[in-house]
């Protein structure tokens, strides 16, 4: 499991928040100072079969707000940092559609990731998919550029991405 090879002081040398594993050891947690609980997953994800790929996920189950806290962005990148460094792999992040704020979390993300001082080193390859009934689903693949499958899972998920925009003929 990739949580376990996470190492917590590394992620804490950097992390603003103190990043611990969750109570179910399945994810990374912090809490706010808004007493938001956060909880980060990476999950083997089989979307994509030329590499290694998880899905990464950020969750806030009580769903308490954490308004404009740059200290979140700096915690959840020390553990992608973390994640990077220790995995030959590459994540997808899908925005959650529950409630309708897809939109809203995918700017934040892309914010995010557009001020992240090493991000010369990442590809941050945003993407929209519209369902059956044309709402937009928003996806990134996130893969360092060192990645050894770099071209073999850009271009699979670019063909990936196509094909579920693409309509069916009738």
Not at 106 to 131: A, C, H, M, S
């Amino acid at each position: 499991m990739v949580i376990e090879k996470l190492s917590l002081a590394t992620i804490n040398a950097t992390s603003p928040y103190l990043v611990k594993i969750a109570d179910d050891g399945k994810a990374l947690c912090f809490i706010t100072d808004h007493d938001a609980e956060m909880f980060i997953t990476f999950e083997k994800d089989d979307l994509l079969h030329n590499g290694t790929v998880y899905q990464f996920g950020i969750s806030n189950p009580k769903k308490v707000r954490s308004p404009k806290d740059p200290k979140v962005r700096a915690t959840i990148l020390a553990i992608i940092e973390e994640f990077f460094a220790k995995n030959q792999a590459a994540f997808l992040y899908i925005c959650e559609t529950g409630d309708g704020l897809q939109e809203m979390r995918n700017r934040l993300f892309r914010f995010w990731f557009g001020i992240y001082k090493d991000r010369e080193e990442y590809l941050f390859l945003p993407q929209t998919v519209y369902d059956e009934e044309g709402n937009d689903n928003y996806a990134a693949l996130i893969i360092r550029k060192d990645n050894p499958q770099f071209r073999d899972l850009v271009t699979e998920f670019m063909n990936t991405v196509n094909l579920l925009n693409s309509k069916p003929e009738h």
